[in-house]
C-alpha cells in the first residue's frame, strides 16, 4: 500500500488544492499515470501516481485544501480500502453557489479519466464535470484555443426544478443600485483569483507605494529589433518587451541599491537579479520569472521569455518558474496602453509598468517631428528604496533603451 501526499512543487510551497481527480475510487492506474490536478497560488499541476495499483481510496475531496505533506489517496493493490477512513482534512469553505444536495450523475457523453487530453484550464474541466458538460463539444476562445471558465458556462443548463402545485408568493425584487442595476453572485473566483486578490490587497494596504514616470526615445531601440528580426529563419523574434527585460536586467545589476527587499522591518540584500513577467491570463495574473537574466544574451531571454508564456497559458508552470522574483515588469504596449501604475508584488522592491510605443509629436530642435516614444512607470517600496533611487534606475534602463547597442554587447 502506497500513500500519496499533497507534493512539494517549490520552495515556497506550502499547501495545494486539488482541483479535479482523474480517476476514482477502484480505478486501477500504472505508474506515471496523472490521477489529479492541484492548483498551488499561481499555477496548475498535475500529480502523477508514483507506483501500479488500484487506488483505494481518495483523502482529500475536490476543493479542499491541505498542506505540504498531507496524506491525499492511498494506492494499494485491490480495489477494497485497506485502513479505517480517516477524518477529513481540514479545508477552505466551498463557496455557497457550488453546495449540491445530491451528487451530480455521470454523463456518458463526457469524457472518460482515460479519454483524450483536450487543452481547458482546472477550472473549466472541474465546472464542465459538475454540469456533465462534454468538454469535446466546447470551442475554446482561450490562448491557443485553450477552454477556459466562460466557454463551458455557455454550456451549461440549470438543473430542472419540480414545478410547485400551489401558487408560490413572488419574491422581493433584487437589490438595485441608484441607477437601476441589478447585481448577482457570480461563479466562485478559482484558488488563483483569491491569492492575488489577497496579495494585491496586502500590498496596497502595507507597502507605501511611491510612483514614477519618465519618457523613452524608442526610435533606435525599435530600428535594431527590426534588423534582427530580419535575420531569417532559425532566429527568435523579438519583441520589445524583451529589450526591456534586457534593460532592466542589466541596470538592477549596476545598481545595487535596486537589489533590496524590505522584510521584519529589515532590508535584505541579494547578489541575484531574478526578473519576473507579469503575464495575463483568463484565471488571472501569473508572474513567471527569468532566473539569473543579468548573464543571459537578449536571445536567450528572449527564447526563455516565449517558453515560460507558453507554459503559463497551458497551465504548465511549475512553483520553481514563478518563485523568487527580485523585480517584476508588467507590459500592456500590446492594449494600447500610453502609462499605468501597477502595484508591487512584495517582497520585491518595485515593479515596472511598461506602456505602449506610440509615434507622438515631439519638439527637436525647436522644430515639431515625429517621435517613438514610450511610457515607463516605476512603482517603489518607499522603506526600501527612496524616491532619487528609483528616479535612477529609470534614468539607466531610459539610457540603455535609447542606445540599444549596449544590450547585445
Known sequence: MGIVTMPKMGDTMEEGTIVVWRVKEGDRVKEGDVIAEIETEKAAIEIEAFESGVLNRIIVKEGQTVPVGEPIAEIGGSGAPTVPQAAP??????????????????????PTEHGERLKASPLARK??????VDLTSVRGTGPGGRIVKDDVMIHVTPAPSATPSVPVT???PA???????????????????QVIARRLAESKQT???????????MKAAMELRAQLNGRGEGFRKLS???????????TLRAQAAMRVSWKDDSIYTTERVNVGVAVALPEGLIVPVVRDADTKSLSVIADEVAALAAKARDGKLLPDDYAGGTFTVSNLGMFGIEDFSAIINPPEPGILAVGAVSEVPVIEDGYTAIGTRMKMTISGDHRAIDGAVG??????VKRRLENPLLLVE
Do not use: C, M
Not at 96 to 105: D, G, I, R, V
Not at 175 to 193: D, E, K, L
Not at 207 to 217: E, G
Open 89 to 110: 482534512p481540514k479545508s477552505e469553505p466551498a463557496p455557497p453557489a457550488k453546495e449540491s444536495a445530491t451528487a451530480p450523475l455521470p454523463s456518458p457523453s463526457v
Open 127 to 132: 465546472i464542465a464535470r459538475e454540469s456533465n
Open 175 to 193: 437589490p438595485t443600485t441608484a441607477t437601476g442595476a441589478v447585481w448577482t453572485v457570480g461563479p466562485a473566483p478559482s484558488r488563483v483569483r
Open 170 to 172: 413572488t419574491p422581493a
Open 391 to 396: 528616479a535612477q534606475f529609470l534614468q539607466e
Open 207 to 217: 507597502v507605501p507605494h511611491f510612483y514614477l514616470t519618465i519618457s523613452v526615445d
Open 240 to 250: 520589445p518587451n524583451d529589450l526591456i527585460i534586457k534593460a532592466v536586467a542589466d
